[in-house]
């Protein structure tokens, strides 16, 4: 997540947590330890680890491995 404002960029993990007919369709994020305020598994909201404003961003990058079984 990326705080465009003074720039400050907080990192977490993203996990796809509800799967219906195989099409992932609900995405929590949480963030690591970086702060005294804000402890790993802390889930990310509107105002944490910053209040989202415009030009904000929310960067997820992942890997799909497909069973070719």
């Not at 702060?35 to 910053?50: L, M, N, R, Y």
């Amino acid at each position: 997540m990326r705080n465009e404002g003074p720039g400050n960029q907080f990192f977490g993990t993203a996990i796809f947590t509800s799967v219906t007919n195989g099409i992932a369709n609900t995405i929590q994020c949480y963030m690591h330890s970086q702060t005294a305020t804000i402890d790993e598994g802390v889930a990310a909201t509107e105002s944490t680890p910053f209040l989202f404003d415009v030009n904000d961003k929310i960067l997820i990058q992942f890997i799909y491995e497909a069973d070719l079984t």
